[in-house]
């Protein structure tokens, strides 16, 4: 089945330092890829997403390009502020007629002043 | 326009309880998709209603049931409550059904089984 496998946390940064967050997927067809953030003590929120090969997805800084021929979907973001502490994770949705996210274990990023 | 809302916040039951768990939609979004947030297995798909109708289900065993009003509103229910069952529920609602439209979260159930 399909599935997401994420770099395994927790990361911590400084401040203003550049971040990468790993994420690659396995899926048959051509599925559509996002990034979610969880703050404590909240849902996930929505960061960016991509529906196709190629794409590139940003938002507040971050980005992502979806790489189909590396199945992988990085997130990129490059000067990291304390207010980015929160869990990321990767997903994807794998059926076009069907509203079921697939989504990695969550990384926990910790920016540090 | 308000978010997604779930009720209760928290939740405490003890093992062979039922719980029922509440989910209101956005405005206009017909689409409500249930996940269960542990530690151990992380996220994970329980199901999903459109129009009244179970159109998705995860690999969950039949203690977890859900449904859906006709004003989109969504509950969630789990019979005979195991300690494994503790975990954060989270709902979440689209407009439509096909394709991949942007899935809004509510802040969640903490449902803990003692």
């Known amino acids: 089945g399909d599935s997401v496998t994420q770099m395994e946390g927790p990361v911590t940064l400084s401040e203003e330092a550049f971040l990468t967050i790993n994420c690659t997927y396995t899926?048959?067809?051509?599925?559509?890829l996002f990034w979610y953030v969880q703050y404590p003590g909240e849902g996930l929120q929505l960061l960016l997403k991509?529906?196709?090969?190629?794409d590139k997805g940003s938002n507040k800084g971050f980005e992502a390009t979806y790489r189909k021929e590396t199945t992988s979907f990085h997130l990129e973001k490059g000067s990291v502020q304390v207010s980015d502490s929160a869990v990321y994770f990767c997903?994807?949705?794998?059926?076009?007629?069907?509203?079921?996210?697939?989504f990695g274990q969550g990384t926990r990023l910790t920016i540090n002043p | 326009k308000a978010g997604v809302t779930q009720t209760p916040r928290y939740l405490i039951k003890t093992r062979g309880q039922q719980v029922t768990l509440s989910c209101s939609p956005i405005?206009?979004?017909?689409?409500v998709s249930w996940y269960q947030q542990t530690p151990g297995q992380g996220l994970q798909f329980l199901f999903e209603?459109?129009?009244?109708?179970?159109?998705n289900k995860g690999n969950f065993p039949g203690r977890f049931s859900g449904r859906q009003f006709s004003n989109s509103r969504s509950e969630m229910n789990v019979s005979t409550l195991e300690l494994g069952d503790s975990a954060l529920y989270l709902c979440?609602?689209?407009?439509?059904?096909?394709?991949?439209?942007?899935?809004?979260f509510g802040p969640g159930t903490r449902l803990t089984v003692l």
């Open positions: 979440a609602s689209t407009r439509r059904a096909g394709g991949p439209g942007e899935q809004f």
């Open positions: 899926a048959t067809g051509y599925p559509s």
């Open positions: 991509a529906t196709k090969a190629d």
């Open positions: 997903a994807l949705s794998g059926d076009q007629g069907a509203q079921k996210l697939v």
């Open positions: 405005s206009g979004h017909r689409s």
């Open positions: 209603y459109f129009s009244e109708t179970q159109r």
